[in-house]
Nanobody, 124 residues
Framework: QAQLVESGGGLVQAGGSLRLSCAAS????????MGWFRQAPGKEREFVAA????????YYADSVKGRFTISRDNAKNTVYPQMNSLKPEDTAVYYC?????????????????WGQGTQVTVSA
C-alpha cells in the first residue's frame, strides 16, 4: 500500500511556473505508474498527466500539453509535474495518484492510491 503526499502548491500569477511534488511512502514506488489529476470548484476531477513506471512513457491532457512536464525520480520515490505558462483556468486542487496495473491511464477509476491534494491558484 502506498501513501502519497503532495506539496508545492500555492499562488502564482498567470504566465508563471510551479513545480509540484508527490512523495510516496511505498518501497515499491517503481512498480507504480503515476498520474496527476485536478479538480476545480464545481467541476469534476480531470486528468492532467501520467508517467510510466520507469519514466519512459508520459501522457498529457490536451489542455496542458506543451506547458506541463511530468517526471519521476524512483530513487527518491517522488514524481514531479513542472507547470509552466500557467493560466487562471489551471486553478484547482491537484492530486497525485498511483496505479498498480501496467501501463498509463487517464481514467481516475484506474488508480488505486491518492494523495490529499494541493491547491494551485493562478491569478490573472
Amino acid at each position: 500500500q502506498a501513501q502519497l503526499v503532495e506539496s508545492g502548491g500555492g499562488l502564482v500569477q498567470a504566465g508563471g511556473s510551479l513545480r509540484l511534488s508527490c512523495a510516496a511512502s511505498s518501497r515499491t514506488f517503481n512498480s507504480y505508474a503515476m498520474g496527476w489529476f485536478r479538480q476545480a470548484p464545481g467541476k469534476e476531477r480531470e486528468f492532467v498527466a501520467a508517467i510510466g513506471r520507469s519514466g519512459g512513457w508520459t501522457y498529457y491532457a490536451d489542455s496542458v500539453k506543451g506547458r506541463f512536464t511530468i517526471s519521476r525520480d524512483n530513487a527518491k520515490n517522488t514524481v514531479y509535474p513542472q507547470m509552466n505558462s500557467l493560466k487562471p483556468e489551471d486553478t484547482a486542487v491537484y492530486y497525485c495518484a498511483a496505479r498498480t496495473s501496467t501501463g498509463i491511464d487517464d481514467r481516475a477509476r484506474s488508480y488505486d492510491y491518492w494523495g490529499q491534494g494541493t491547491q494551485v491558484t493562478v491569478s490573472a
